[in-house]
């Protein structure tokens, strides 16, 4: 049983920054893995960035350099540092979460899923 709530979108102007959390209950300490997606209306849902329970991480080429996760195990957090924020940036994003270690950044992989927090950045 694990929950997973977002929080920290908004909006912001092109340049501007944003950070994501996403708090984690239930049975945090199994989830190997946990990273975050994003989907805007008309297209699929991609990965944007994904960490491991040791700190390894994945990260979408289009966020390289710009994105940072990161997550506190001992709080159950995890977290989205957006930078240098563009407006194909705006979507839904979505916290994920899986017992899985070293999954690919696809969202087939990840079982447990919250509701999403809007990020929008205007030009």
Known sequence: QVQ?????????????????????????????????????????????????????????????????????????TLYLQMNSLKPEDTAMYYCAADRALLLPLKDGFFAYWGTGTQVTVSP
Do not use: H
């Open 4 to 76: 997973l709530v977002e929080s920290g979108g908004g909006s912001v102007q092109s340049g501007g920054s944003l950070r994501l959390s996403c708090v984690a209950s239930g049975d945090t300490a199994s989830l190997a893995s946990m990273g975050w997606f994003r989907q805007a209306p008309g297209k699929e849902r991609e990965g944007v960035a994904l960490i491991s329970r040791d700190g390894r991480t994945k990260y979408a080429d289009s966020v390289m350099g710009r994105f940072s996760i990161s997550r506190d195990n001992d709080k159950g």
